[in-house]
């Protein structure tokens, strides 16, 4: 049976969304995975979706999610924090899932020329790519 991972951060307009994809990308056929938001954006930091394009990995059809989407009806065995302002404004709401948390900076914070951003939300996409392939492998699911 999958095991379900929510990522959860304050808008899910970047890092959740990012987070969600490359865990779906590396190990979509052991975990159910999903992301939302604590107070989520109208949509999906654009920069984000052509970050992700480069590497492969189509987000243009992802839409931020609020929590009221899960809660109640879905239980994870993690949920995996990816903003300190979440881990702030979501104290133990998913009862028995373990709680991780991997603070990333903001790529929709990120500011200046448009390949300055872009440049941000490249190294913000890495990071993330980077620890997720690290967990994954102190989970014993091998090498990505």
Same mark, same amino acid.
């Given at each position: 049976?999958?095991?379900?991972?929510?990522?959860?951060?304050?808008?899910?307009?970047?890092?959740?969304?990012?987070?969600?994809?490359?865990?779906?990308?590396?190990?979509?056929?052991?975990?159910?995975?999903? &992301?939302?938001?604590?107070?989520?954006?109208?949509?999906?930091?654009?920069?984000?979706?052509?970050?992700?394009?480069?590497?492969?990995?189509?987000?243009?059809?992802? +839409?931020?999610?609020?929590?009221?989407?899960?809660?109640?009806?879905?239980?994870? &065995?993690?949920?995996?924090?990816?903003?300190?302002?979440?881990?702030?404004?979501?104290?133990?709401?998913?009862?028995?899932?373990?709680?991780?948390? @991997?603070?990333?900076?903001?790529?929709?914070?990120?500011?200046?020329?448009? %390949?300055?951003?872009?440049? %941000?939300? +490249?190294?913000?996409?890495? +990071?993330?790519?980077? +620890?997720?392939?690290? @967990?994954?492998?102190?989970?014993?699911?091998?090498?990505?």
């Amino acid at each position: 049976m999958q095991r379900k991972i929510l990522f959860l951060c304050t808008g899910n307009s970047a890092r959740s969304q990012m987070a969600e994809a490359l865990l779906r990308k590396y190990a979509g056929e052991d975990f159910q995975v999903f &992301s939302a938001g604590a107070e989520p954006s109208n949509r999906v930091f654009p920069p984000v979706v052509a970050v992700m394009n480069e590497i492969g990995i189509d987000i243009s059809h992802a +839409r931020p999610k609020g929590l009221d989407t899960y809660l109640g009806h879905m239980h994870f &065995s993690k949920v995996i924090i990816v903003c300190s302002e979440a881990d702030k404004k979501c104290p133990q709401i998913f009862g028995s899932a373990q709680r991780l948390y @991997w603070p990333f900076d903001d790529p929709a914070a990120a500011q200046g020329t448009e %390949a300055e951003i872009l440049e %941000a939300c +490249r190294g913000i996409r890495d +990071r993330i790519d980077a +620890r997720i392939r690290q @967990w994954l492998k102190e989970e014993g699911l091998g090498t990505v």
